[in-house]
C-alpha cells in the first residue's frame, strides 16, 4: 500500500500496520508526539475500531481502516467541517463505481440503497504545542459486513464491485487532498456543502432524529452554513448539532451498541 506521488509530493505521508487497536488512536498518539500531519494510518483489522458515541466499530480483515492525521488543518471553529469535506470526498471516490445509488447520510454514514457502506469518525485534541490535532477515521466495507446492527448495511463485494482496501484508499487519498484544498481552511465550505446536500440521502422526506434519549420526528430540509443538519418538526424548524438520523425503513433496535464507524 502506497501513496501516489502527487500526494507525497505534497507532504502526505502513510504507515501501514497489519493489526492496530485503532488507526485514530495511532494518528492521535503520533499528533501527540509532535507528528507536523498529513499522515495517514492504515490497519488491516483493527482489534478496538471505534464508532460514534464510544460505540464499537467492527473491523476485520478485507476492509478499509484508515485515519489522516492533519495538524492546525483550519480555525478550531472550523474544523467540525472536516466530516463533510471527507464524506464528500468518500462519496466522490465510491460513486466512480456505485453511482448515484451512493448517498451520504447525516452526519457521517455513506449509505447505498439504505444499506450502510462506510462510516466517517472525526475526533480533536490540542497538541503539546498548542496546535490542533484533528484525526479523520473512514471505515469502508469492502469484503463483508457484520450482521446483528440496528441497520442494514453491505459491502462492496455484496454489491458487485469487490475493491480493496489499497485500491479505494488510492482514489480516497487523492479525493480527500482535492476537497481539502477547495475546502480552504474553511473559506470554501459553501462548495463542500453543496457538494454534500447533491449527495444527501432523505432530503424532503420523513425522519427521526436522536439525541440521547429524546426522539424528533419532522422532515428533513438541508444544511445550514454551520453543517447543522435542518429538520421541520411541528414546532418549527430545528437546526441539529449532533445526532442519529432514522430514515424510512431503517430499523431502529434501542440498546444496540455495535456500529460501523
Given at each position: 500500500?502506497?501513496?501516489?506521488?502527487?500526494?507525497?509530493?505534497?507532504?502526505?505521508?502513510?504507515?501501514?500496520?497489519?493489526?492496530?487497536?485503532?488507526?485514530?488512536?495511532?494518528?492521535?498518539?503520533?499528533?501527540?508526539?509532535?507528528?507536523?500531519?498529513?499522515?495517514?494510518?492504515?490497519?488491516?483489522?483493527?482489534t478496538g475500531?471505534?464508532?460514534?458515541?464510544?460505540?464499537?466499530?467492527?473491523?476485520?480483515?478485507?476492509?478499509?481502516?484508515?485515519?489522516?492525521?492533519?495538524?492546525?488543518?483550519?480555525?478550531?471553529?472550523?474544523?467540525?467541517?472536516?466530516?463533510?469535506?471527507?464524506?464528500?470526498?468518500?462519496?466522490?471516490?465510491?460513486?466512480?463505481?456505485?453511482?448515484?445509488?451512493?448517498?451520504?447520510?447525516?452526519?457521517?454514514?455513506?449509505?447505498?440503497?439504505?444499506?450502510?457502506?462506510?462510516?466517517?469518525?472525526?475526533?480533536?485534541?490540542?497538541?503539546?504545542?498548542?496546535?490542533?490535532?484533528?484525526?479523520?477515521?473512514?471505515?469502508?466495507?469492502?469484503?463483508?459486513?457484520?450482521?446483528?446492527?440496528?441497520?442494514?448495511?453491505?459491502?462492496?463485494?455484496?454489491?458487485?464491485?469487490?475493491?480493496?482496501?489499497?485500491?479505494?484508499?488510492?482514489?480516497?487519498?487523492?479525493?480527500?487532498?482535492?476537497?481539502?484544498?477547495?475546502?480552504?481552511?474553511?473559506?470554501?465550505?459553501?462548495?463542500?456543502?453543496?457538494?454534500?446536500?447533491?449527495?444527501a440521502a432523505?432530503?424532503?422526506?420523513?425522519?427521526?432524529?436522536?439525541?440521547?434519549?429524546?426522539?424528533?420526528?419532522?422532515?428533513?430540509?438541508?444544511?445550514?452554513?454551520?453543517g447543522r443538519?435542518?429538520?421541520?418538526?411541528?414546532?418549527?424548524?430545528?437546526?441539529?448539532?449532533?445526532?442519529?438520523?432514522?430514515?424510512?425503513?431503517?430499523?431502529?433496535?434501542?440498546?444496540?451498541?455495535?456500529?460501523?464507524?
Amino acid at each position: 500500500m502506497r501513496l501516489t506521488a502527487r500526494l507525497t509530493g505534497q507532504g502526505y505521508r502513510l504507515e501501514a500496520f497489519e493489526s492496530l487497536g485503532s488507526t485514530n488512536d495511532e494518528a492521535m498518539a503520533r499528533a501527540r508526539e509532535g507528528d507536523p500531519g498529513r499522515l495517514w494510518i492504515t490497519a488491516a483489522r483493527q482489534t478496538g475500531g471505534k464508532g460514534r458515541l464510544g460505540r464499537n466499530w467492527v473491523s476485520p480483515v478485507g476492509n478499509l481502516h484508515a485515519s489522516l492525521l492533519l495538524v492546525d488543518a483550519a480555525p478550531p471553529q472550523r474544523a467540525p467541517e472536516l466530516g463533510f469535506v471527507t464524506g464528500v470526498a468518500l462519496a466522490s471516490a465510491l460513486r466512480r463505481h456505485l453511482g448515484p445509488r451512493l448517498r451520504l447520510k447525516w452526519p457521517n454514514d455513506a449509505v447505498v440503497d439504505g444499506a450502510k457502506l462506510a462510516g466517517v469518525l472525526l475526533e480533536a485534541a490540542q497538541t503539546p504545542h498548542g496546535g490542533l490535532a484533528c484525526v479523520i477515521g473512514v471505515g469502508v466495507n469492502c469484503a463483508s459486513h457484520p450482521e446483528g446492527l440496528p441497520y442494514p448495511a453491505t459491502d462492496l463485494a455484496s454489491l458487485g464491485h469487490p475493491l480493496t482496501p489499497d485500491d479505494l484508499l488510492e482514489s480516497l487519498s487523492l479525493e480527500l487532498a482535492d476537497w481539502l484544498d477547495r475546502w480552504d481552511e474553511g473559506r470554501g465550505f459553501a462548495q463542500v456543502r453543496a457538494a454534500w446536500l447533491s449527495c444527501a440521502a432523505g432530503m424532503g422526506e420523513p425522519a427521526v432524529v436522536a439525541i440521547g434519549d429524546r426522539r424528533l420526528h419532522g422532515v428533513l430540509e438541508g444544511l445550514d452554513g454551520f453543517g447543522r443538519l435542518l429538520l421541520k418538526t411541528e414546532a418549527g424548524q430545528r437546526a441539529i448539532d449532533a445526532g442519529d438520523v432514522f430514515l424510512p425503513g431503517l430499523i431502529e433496535a434501542s440498546g444496540q451498541q455495535q456500529e460501523q464507524e
